[in-house]
């Protein structure tokens, strides 16, 4: 009877202490728990009109990391990590596009900077009794502080930390991006065994490696509030193209500035909550292609277009 009285009150004060935490708590949690979790689990990811259904998987195995993430609809193209190898699984070869890898969409969660996330949004803790893939939650709600990012809700595992859903919010409360898991399990029997490729499928392996660090020649007159470089200095894509990348903690755009020998106009491309922009701009006698993509409204990337400039003094 001691002992039931002890862990009564144990989980009671487990309860309050995650009762009692702030959003940015819940949110670092969520981040911990992608490293500190094995899981096995279905989600549904819906975008710009289209929705699929993924299977996510990652355990630690032998030592040893393994995350697999497979496309449970249409061509059923797969991700496969064991460490710093990458293995892209294809059903068959036709299917294959030179340098194409699918968005593991958790891995912008993995670091999130609260300092800048506390400037740019109001985080509220809305609801700490909601229910997703049958397990208790508690919803977030990270509300833009002005007009150059997105609204954001999470809803997050109690018990783990673990993101059970994710929807990104755009102008007059407009759904633009949902990850929703329908079940999730997080002490899978995983072995190595499956995250072996199917011997009939086509597979590209990878080796993960950081681009080379390069001198930044380019910065931006203006940021929103929260926005910053994540590099101070830039990193090399390909022998013509260099890449810088902005953050306000969650948001991230990515801008890749590119030698070119042709004027380009001004363009724009939409899907669901990302944005591309492109325009060339021309420095003595060379043309240089600037693309900025990122998953914010699209004045913020047409802005940035407009005041990023040549040299690196001004940030």
Same mark, same amino acid.
């Given at each position: ?11 009671? &004060?487990?309860?309050?202490? !995650? ?6 708590? !819940? ?16 989600? /549904?990811?819906? =975008?710009?009109?289209? %929705? ?21 609809? $249409? ?23 030179? $340098? ?16 800048? #996330? ?18 208790? &939650? ?24 673990? #993101? ?39 597979? @590209? ?6 681009? @080379? /660090?390069?001198?930044?020649? !380019? ?6 509030? $929260?926005? $910053?470089?994540? !590099? ?10 260099? %890449? %810088? #990348? ?8 990515? /801008?890749?500035? =590119? @030698? ?6 001004? &363009? ?7 944005? &591309?922009?492109?325009?060339?701009? @021309? /420095? ?32």
């Amino acid at each position: 009877m001691i002992r039931g009285v002890i862990i009564a009150l144990l989980v009671s &004060a487990s309860s309050t202490l !995650w009762a009692a935490q702030s959003g940015v708590d !819940w949110l670092s949690r969520m981040t911990e728990s992608f490293d500190s979790l094995s899981y096995d689990g279905v989600f /549904v990811h819906q =975008e710009a009109g289209a %929705m699929n259904s993924m299977r996510v998987r990652r355990g630690l195995i032998g030592g040893v990391e393994y995350e697999s993430l497979e496309d449970l609809d $249409g061509q059923r193209i797969a991700v496969i990590r064991i460490d710093d190898s990458v293995i892209c699984v294809f059903p068959e070869k036709d299917d294959y596009v030179a $340098g194409f890898v699918p968005a593991e969409p958790f891995r912008r969660f993995q670091e999130l900077d609260k300092e800048r #996330l506390k400037q740019a949004y109001d985080i509220q803790v809305v609801d700490k009794n909601q229910r997703i893939a049958s397990r208790q &939650a508690v919803k977030l709600k990270l509300v833009p502080k002005d007009e150059y990012r997105y609204g954001h809700e999470f809803w997050i595992d109690k018990s783990t930390g673990f #993101l059970l859903k994710h929807d990104v919010i755009g102008r007059d409360n407009k759904l633009l991006e949902r990850i929703q898991f329908t079940s999730v399990s997080f002490s899978p029997d995983l072995k190595a065994a499956d995250f072996a490729p199917n011997d009939d499928s086509y597979t @590209q392996r990878f080796i993960e490696v950081e681009p @080379q /660090v390069v001198k930044r020649d !380019w910065h931006f007159d203006w940021l929103p509030d $929260g926005f $910053g470089l994540v !590099w101070q200095d830039a990193r090399r894509m390909n022998d013509s193209t260099n %890449m %810088m #990348l902005l953050s306000d903690g969650l948001s991230t755009v990515s /801008v890749f500035v =590119e @030698q070119t020998n042709k004027k380009r106009p001004e &363009a724009f491309m939409h899907l669901g909550a990302t944005i &591309a922009g492109e325009k060339s701009i @021309q /420095v003595d006698d060379q043309i240089y292609l600037l693309t900025l993509v990122g998953e914010v409204p699209a004045q913020t990337i047409q802005r940035l277009m407009a005041v990023i400039m040549p040299g690196s003094n001004n940030d």
